[in-house]
């Protein structure tokens, strides 16, 4: 079965410094990963997809991930945070291990930025 | 594109009632899915429709939770005699194509409360 684990549930960061959001993935096929991002009481946003292309993925707002085949992961990262970049940030993986078309969703890490 | 589109945002209603949630998904897409999160969760699966064929049915959705996308356009997600565990947010999602790594489009989601 896929799943897929978010090592942190809460970051706090500086404005204007690295962003690192952890995730690893568990998946018998090749998976489909996602990274979205949630702004309270709103829906989800795609940031960014890997797709069995390109490794390393571009997003939208200065976003981008590495998928990481050998250490399974595809940790979510940004040179530089800016304020409104604080939301929750879900990674997401979508395959055929069960035939399913749905996501299966991480539990979330919530990203604080401080000014 | 003007996006998935849900309503109401908003229902709080009485243990015990029916409620019912709809979702326009983006036109051109033939597959939706329903989510629901909890508080400090992530989304967990429902139910998903390839047009108006409902092909999958998670175990969360109990036989006081009925789905419909009678056209193959909008959906409606209809619950029962509602209880206090019904209490989340109801998401619905749209995606277009066969494959699994086409991303998948949120609304905004139906809040729900149980009194």
């Known amino acids: 079965a896929q799943s897929v684990t978010q090592l942190d549930s809460h970051v706090s960061v500086s404005e204007g410094t690295p962003v690192l959001l952890r995730c690893n993935y568990s998946?018998?096929?090749?998976?489909?990963l996602f990274w979205y991002v949630q702004h309270p009481n709103k829906g989800l946003q795609l940031l960014l997809k890997y797709t069995s292309a390109a490794t390393l993925v571009k997003g939208i707002n200065g976003f981008e991930a590495e998928f990481k085949k050998s250490e399974t992961s595809f940790h979510l990262t940004k040179p530089s945070a800016h304020m409104s970049d604080a939301a929750e940030y879900f990674c997401v993986v979508s395959g055929l291990d069960t035939g399913r078309r749905a996501l299966t969703f991480g539990s979330g890490t919530r990203l604080q930025v401080q000014p | 594109d003007t996006g998935v589109s849900q309503n109401p945002r908003h229902k709080i209603t009485k243990r015990g009632q029916n409620v019912t949630f709809r979702c326009d998904p983006i036109s051109e897409h033939n597959r939706l899915y329903w989510y629901r999160q909890t508080l400090g969760q992530g989304p967990e699966f429902l139910t998903y429709?390839?047009?108006?064929?409902?092909?999958?049915k998670s175990r969360l959705l109990s036989d006081r939770f009925s789905a419909e996308r009678p056209k193959g356009s909008f959906s409606t997600l209809e619950i029962q005699r509602t209880e206090q565990g019904d209490s989340a947010m109801y998401l619905c999602?749209?995606?277009?194509?066969?494959?699994?790594?086409?991303?998948?489009?949120f609304g905004d989601g139906t809040r729900l409360s149980i009194l």
């Open positions: 998946s018998s096929y090749s998976p489909s």
């Open positions: 429709f390839q047009n108006e064929a409902q092909l999958e």
């Open positions: 999602a749209s995606s277009l194509g066969l494959n699994s790594n086409q991303p998948q489009h």
